[in-house]
């Protein structure tokens, strides 16, 4: 199916593991994003990359690995999982309009991790 | 990229024009304004976008003015299902990350 998709759905882990939330996308758009959004809030940039092999933090990006060693996948992983990243993830991508510009953010439908 | 100003929360009722405004004092010159919308439970969702003066697609307008100091999104005869979480983002050419944000809570009553 075309689109972007992340897993798992829901995801329940202990304090000091490691989990990785996965991502993919169908378009091979350049750039993917990740975002936390806490009960309440609005979203926040975790990590984001604008090809295969580039990524780069964004506003939150402690406690947390990314990779994307292809253009569709793009991981996230909580090496040591606390308590503070119990959250909702969001995973997006987007592209580059011949203007220079990034076109909209396609999101996917989010993980919601509970550490415990 | 610039910061964004909106409201926290509004309440509208069904059926009436609902306008939400952004302030952006400083928006550089190559920057364009885009909103998202955000339903309970799922991610943000693109609406419409505009450099300068008046756009209109399906689903709303966006006005922004000579100085584009701001911007105003309009939902013309909302319904119950416009409730929702509703972003304002500037960002222009070259510009890497899409950062979101509190947004706007509208919420749409009977």
């Known amino acids: 199916d075309a689109g972007i998709t992340q897993s798992p759905r829901y995801k329940i882990t202990e304090t000091g593991r490691q989990v990785t939330l996965m991502c993919h996308q169908t378009?091979?758009?350049?750039?993917m994003f990740w975002y936390r959004q806490d009960l309440g809030h609005g979203l926040r940039l975790i990590y984001y990359?604008?090809?295969?092999?580039?990524?780069d933090k964004g506003e939150v990006p402690d406690g947390y690995v990314v990779s994307r060693s292809k253009t569709e996948n793009f991981p996230l992983t909580l090496e040591s999982a606390t308590r503070s990243q119990t959250s909702v993830y969001f995973c997006?991508?987007?592209?580059?309009?011949?203007?220079?510009?990034?076109?909209?953010?396609?999101f996917g439908q989010g993980t919601r991790l509970t550490v415990v | 990229l610039a910061k964004t100003t909106q409201p926290i929360s509004m309440d509208s009722y069904e059926g009436q024009e609902v306008n939400i405004t952004c302030s952006h004092n400083?928006?550089?010159?190559?920057?364009?304004i885009t909103w998202y919308q955000q339903f309970p439970s799922q991610g943000p969702r693109f609406i419409i976008q505009?450099?300068?003066t008046k756009v209109t697609n399906e689903v709303a307008s966006l006005f922004i003015p000579a100085d584009r100091k701001s911007s105003t999104l309009s939902l013309p005869r909302v319904s119950l299902s416009d409730t929702a979480v509703y972003y304002c983002?500037?960002?222009?050419?070259?510009?890497?990350?899409?950062?979101f944000g509190k947004g706007t809570r509208l919420h749409i009553l009977p």
């Open positions: 997006a991508s987007s592209d580059i309009a011949s203007s220079g510009m990034n076109t909209e953010a396609f």
């Open positions: 378009w091979s758009h350049s750039y």
């Open positions: 990359s604008a090809a295969a092999d580039i990524t």
């Open positions: 400083n928006i550089a010159t190559n920057d364009y």
């Open positions: 505009g450099y300068k």
């Open positions: 983002l500037v960002g222009g050419i070259g510009d890497d990350k899409i950062i």
